[in-house]
């Protein structure tokens, strides 16, 4: 996949060197935003996807733009966070919602097997795996892809090999909420062995302008269920 030509959000005015520097300013991490929202949103359209449960889905700027696509029938956004998700709201507010039923927030986690959480076509975790603890991923992928199990899985997490560009020291993270962060090999191995286990297939992509050696600044994974009976979907509970 050829995502990181598609967005060169950080592109050099000229051809760079091997670890050559870049200045991490404020517009380029909006940028690198964009272009992540921009690469999800494309996948959900071109994947044939409906119905999208955004995991962490914060202050809501994935959900604005799945709500401006009427091919998304039902948009749920899930944070752990209230203030997160006020600030959803009020995004959302801001660009006409709820007046179609489309979108609804949930005020839960994506560690608890809700079963509001069950019957997507897709699951979205941007940005998020990063903030929970390493020793929490196993709950994670018993939750996400044992649980709900949607059709599709997009996980994107920052590449740490990308992180001496912007100057940082090599223990440094890129945001002090950040629990732990991968290379390439590390977050292939994670996403492979989860993928194994759980009946998917998974492919790669990076996001971002590519470093001839550090790769993209935004790692992206996306799985999709296999077919099959370890690849069916369960399904939510009748209403009572
Ligand atoms: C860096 S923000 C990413 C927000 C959004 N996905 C984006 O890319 O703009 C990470 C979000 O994950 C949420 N989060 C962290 N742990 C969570 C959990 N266990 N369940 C649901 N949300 C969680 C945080 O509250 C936060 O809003």
Known sequence: MLLQERHPVVAPRRRPRPLRRVRYTRAM??????ARLEAAL?????GGVETVLDLGCGSGALLARLAAEPRFTTIVGVDVSGTALLAAEQRLG?????SDG???LLHTSFLEEDPRLLGFDAAVLLEAIEHIEPDRLSILERVVFGFCRAGQVLVTTPNREYNDLYGQPEQQRRHPDHRFEWDRARFQDWAGGVAARNGYD????????????????TQLAHFRRCAGPGGRSPQPPPPR
Do not use: M
């Open 94 to 98: 801001d660009a006409g919602w709820p």
């Open 42 to 46: 494309q996948i959900l359209l071109d």
């Open 202 to 217: 998974v492919s790669f992509a990076g996001i971002g302008w590519k470093h001839p050696v550090r790769g993209c600044s």
């Open 102 to 104: 489309r979108v609804s």
């Open 29 to 34: 991490r909006v940028s690198l935003h964009e």
